[in-house]
């Protein structure tokens, strides 16, 4: 003990100077927006990587363009050093006394050769008009890439041409890419003139990796309501993990995401991933044209559309067009087949699929139609959650399953993008229930991005004995938890005397614990608590 405390001073000093020999920290106090464009200017000139930290909580109204259609001035490329802006919780914000097209103005525009992160921010309302990118504009150009990282942050009610909050735009010539780092961020109530409710992504050259984020309630007036991936005349490679998206529109196709590849490529990884109720007039939860798209360990459930209410395929930009699917929950909405093929494309079923409808194939429950591969299950009600999307821990919100849901153990998590060993919620994969049997070829996973795990399986009075059913996780300690009301202030303390008495090591079966004499000595409520 001694000599590791004696340790740890050294190595705090070591990392301090060498933070200090290359890096400058501009704190900027609440809603200085001119100490804040002062920053800017400043990290952008220096030559050495950056950090900006905004105050805890604060606010930041712009209320006048800085540079071009922009609150703030460019965040330029200073010899490609990183600027991080730490927003500790704040807020940017445009509120213009008058907003007439000559106040209309994004929050940030990122300069070609740039790496930017931003974290902990909130940007809200930005809206250059009739131009690309509501609060964000990415800007690889024909000579310098552009990297913008995101992280932890909240962008809402913006509004811009293409891209609601973010254009990413890799539209530069050979040799630039646009890279798009999203994590742990949501995406909402963002508004496209035309297309990219909330991101679009535009080739020349894209790299989108997107993960643990949500999407929820953008708008577009064209394709795309809640992101556009699109490597026409260009590439665009990435993926999306980890991610809900909800109620986002579109006009046309792609009511969540729109994967478009003419005259280029677009491959896109989709993985453990919640559409819920988006809408399109084709492809309510997906729409893919002359792209590569894999689809595994997801769910879709209730998005609609007049055609594919799921996912739908075309060929409209020369093709070739493939979907593969895999792991995957799909369940009917309003309107549209969870399938749609129109005019060329190709469902490749990677197995263990679950449709509530026959996707395009006959009316028995065995793999047929576009789901034809081993262990698909089609003609079957999932049996979601009806509470529908909700907060079940983890970053984002996911559709549980019932306890008798036909897609508990009847998957394989490793069917397409490689072995993920976690549901969306960042539980462990696969749990195997001891009450179900997997499938041939099976692994004990839950079809669709959630694994349901601990359950009780019953609660028994035996005299005055309460005994509890549970299935248990390996890795897991369980305790009861008792109390004798329900009013607030009345805390849960552990039951030590229930046989076996806690800490209860899980073991990946079913547990029964007895509470002696639970009934009869006044009211009880009783718990179970996973630790
Ligand atoms: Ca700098
Ligand atoms: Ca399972
Ligand atoms: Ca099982």
Known sequence: MKKSASFLPFLVLLLASSLAAHATIFPVGNNDVTGLKSAITMANLNGQDDTIELAAGGVYTLSARDSFLNGLPLLGADGGHQLIIHGNG??????????????KFRIFQISSGANVTLSGLTLTNGNPGAFHGGAIYNNADETSAATLTIINCTISGSSGDYGGAIFNDGAGGAGTTATLTVMNSTISGNHAIQHGGGIWN?????????????FSNNTSAGSAGALQFDGSNGTA????????FTQNSAVSEGGGVNVDGASGSAVLTIDTCTFNQ??????????????????????????????????????IGGGPTTLHIGNTILKTGASGANLAVNGGGFVSSNGYNLSSDAAGGNVSTGPGGFLDH???????????????LKSNGGPTQTIALQSNSPAIDQGNRS??????????????????????????????????????????????????DLILTFVTIVGHTY?????????????????????????????????SVTVPNA?????????????
Request: glycine share 12%; hydrophobic share 30%.
């Open 90 to 103: 704040a807020t940017i914000q445009r509120v213009p006394a008058i907003d007439d097209s000559a106040h």
């Open 202 to 214: 535009e080739s020349g050259a894209i790299v989108m990796n997107v993960s643990n984020s949500t």
């Open 237 to 244: 490679t990435g993926s999306i993990r980890n991610c809900t």
């Open 278 to 315: 988006n809408t399109a007039a084709s492809g309510g939860g997906v729409a893919l044209d002359s792209a590569s798209v894999s689809v595994s360990n997801c769910t879709l459930s209730g998005n609609s559309a007049t055609t594919g209410g799921g996912i739908y395929l075309s060929q």
């Open 374 to 388: 081993t262990g698909d299950i089609r003609n079957t009600d999932p049996l979601l959650d009806p509470a529908g």
């Open 415 to 464: 069917t397409t993008g490689g072995t993920i060993n976690n549901d969306q919620r960042g539980e462990p994969r696969p749990f195997n229930d001891p009450l179900f049997a997997a499938p041939a070829g099976g692994d004990s996973s839950d079809i669709g991005a959630y694994e349901a795990d601990v359950r009780v399986i019953s609660e028994v009075r035996n005299v005055s």
């Open 479 to 511: 305790e009861l938890q008792s109390r004798p009301d329900l009013m607030p202030a009345t805390p849960w303390t552990t039951v030590s005397t229930s046989i076996p008495a806690p800490p209860i090591s899980g073991t990946g079966g079913i547990i």
């Open 519 to 531: 009934i009869g000595s006044g009211p009880g409520f009783y718990r179970l608590r996973q630790f």
